[in-house]
C-alpha cells in the first residue's frame, strides 16, 4: 500500500450535464451561454476539443432521472426556470465526443436502482471498447422520489439498503466483466472458422438477494475490462461504498477545512478497506470565473450573478435538502424567521466560505450563492491567482483535483483553459501532456485494468489476473 503522500499534478475534470443550466439556473439566458444546445451533437462535441486542450482527465457527466418537485410541492418551477429539466441520456453523447478526441476520458452517471445490471454491464463494456478505454461509471444509487414514483415505486428503497443493492449490482457487474470471459476467448481463426473459443467463456453462475445472472457476459473483454469507477456519496454508508469500489471521488465542500477533513475520511476508509490511500483520486466541486486580469474577472462574475434565477436555485436546493423553501418569502432572514436545521447548518458554512461571517443571509442570498455554480466554492481572479488559490487548495486539503462547474459553457471551461491552465502549468502544478493508454492508465500510470487489491479484482479470470 501506499503510505506516503505522491507528489502530483492539479487535476481538472469538466462537470456537466445533459441539460439546461445544470447547477446554473438561469444562466441559459446569458448571451454567450450555449447550454440550450445540449440536445445537438455539436455542442458536445466542441466541448470535448475545448477540454482536451486544456488537458482535462475528463468530462463528468451529471443525471437524474426524475425532476425536482419539493419546491412547492410540484415541479412547476423547476419545469419554468429548466432546473435540470428537461433532461437527456449522457450515455449517447459519449461516441460523438470520443470520435473527434483522443485522450479527453467520459465520467458517465447511472443509477443502480432501475435498470437490471445484466443489459447494463453490455453498455458499458460498448463504450469502453468504443472509446478505446475512456469511460468511467459514476455510481449512483438514486435520491428523487420522482424518479421512483415513474418506475412504479413509492419512493427509493431506504439509504442503506439502497447501498446493499448497489453493492450487488456491482458484483453483478464485476462478475459478467470480469470472470466471464479470458483474455484470449476470441481467437478470430479464419482457418478453422472459429471467433470465439467456447472454453474460454464462462458462466458467473450468480445468485443473490436482488439479482439472479446465471449466464455468460454477451460482450468480449474491453480496454478496461471494468470502466473507472465514480462515486460521490458523502454519507458513512456511501462512504464505505466508495472505499470499497471508487477509483475516483467527487466531494462538496465550500471550505478548506470542510474539505482536509472530508479528504482524510475518504482516504483513511479506502485504506481499511484494504487499499491504498491513494488509489482513489479524489476531486472537489469548484466553480472559477476568471479572466485576463482581476477586475475583468470581478466584472464577469457580477454580470452572471445578475442572471441566476432565483427560484430555480431554490428548486435545486430544495430537491437536494428535502426542504421545501417556497413556503418563505426571498428576504426573510435564516436562523430567525426560517427554522430549519439541514439550511441553518449549510448557511454556516458558506458564511465562512465567503468570509462574510456577521451580514446576515436570507432565502434570496442563499439562493444567490447556490444560483452560480451550486454548492461548491467559487474562485474569482486572474489566471494567476486562481492558479494560486487552486494550489493552496490542494496543498492544504490533500484534494487531487477539482470538478470544474459552469456558469455559462462552454464559456466558464474555455476561460480556463485560456487563462488557468497555463499559469498552473508555468508552476509545475499541472500536466503538459496527457499519459499513455486508458482512462484509468493516464488517472493512475498502474496500466489498463483493475488494480490487484480493488474488490473487482476478486471476481477476475486466473488468466486476466497474469495480464495485469
Known sequence: MTLHKPQRHIRFNAFDMNCVGHQSPGLWRHPEDKSADYNTIGYWTHLAKVLEKGLFDGL??????????????????????????????????????????????????AGTAYEHPYPFSRRLATLDHLTNGRVGWNVVTGYLPSAARNMGQEDQMEHDERYNHADEYLEVIYKLLEGSWEDDAVVKDKVNSIFTDPSKVHE?????????????????????????????????????????????????????????ASVKKIRDAAEAAGRGRYDVRIYAMQTIVTGPDN??????????????DINGALALISGWMGVDLSSYGP??????????????????????????????????????WVGVGGFGPITVGSGAKV??????????????????????????????????????????????????GTLRNKLFGQG?????????????????????
Open 60 to 109: 463528468f457527466i451529471a443525471d437524474v432521472l426524475g425532476t425536482y418537485d419539493v419546491f412547492g410541492g410540484s415541479n412547476e418551477t423547476t419545469l419554468r426556470a429548466g432546473t435540470q429539466v428537461p433532461v437527456n441520456d449522457p450515455f449517447l453523447l459519449v461516441s460523438a465526443m470520443a470520435a473527434v478526441t483522443e485522450n479527453l476520458g467520459f465520467g458517465v452517471t
Open 204 to 260: 458467473i453462475r450468480h445468485e443473490g438477494k436482488y439479482f439472479k445472472v446465471p449466464g455468460i457476459a454477451i460482450t468480449e473483454p474491453s480496454p478496461q475490462r471494468t470502466p473507472v469507477i465514480f462515486q460521490a456519496g458523502a454519507s458513512k454508508r456511501g462512504t464505505q461504498f466508495a472505499a470499497e469500489n471508487a477509483e475516483a471521488v467527487f466531494v462538496t465542500c465550500p471550505t478548506k477545512e470542510m474539505l482536509a
Open 295 to 308: 477586475d475583468s474577472a470581478q466584472a464577469k462574475f457580477e454580470e452572471y450573478k445578475s442572471y441566476a
Open 331 to 368: 428576504d426573510e432572514v435564516i436562523g430567525e424567521n426560517v427554522k430549519s436545521n439541514a439550511i441553518q447548518s449549510s448557511v454556516e458554512t458558506f458564511r465562512k466560505a465567503s468570509g462574510d461571517s456577521n451580514e446576515p443571509w436570507t432565502i434570496r442570498k442563499l439562493a444567490e
Open 387 to 436: 492558479a494560486e488559490e487552486l494550489i493552496s487548495w490542494v496543498d492544504e486539503t490533500d484534494v487531487d483535483g477539482f470538478n470544474l462547474a459552469y456558469a455559462i459553457t462552454p464559456g466558464t471551461f474555455e476561460d480556463i483553459v485560456e487563462y488557468v491552465v497555463p499559469e498552473l502549468q508555468k508552476r509545475g502544478a499541472y500536466q503538459t501532456e496527457y499519459a499513455p
Open 448 to 468: 489498463d485494468r483493475l488494480p490487484e487489491q480493488h474488490r473487482g479484482s476478486r471476481y477476475r479470470l486466473a488468466s486476466a489476473v497474469a495480464a495485469v
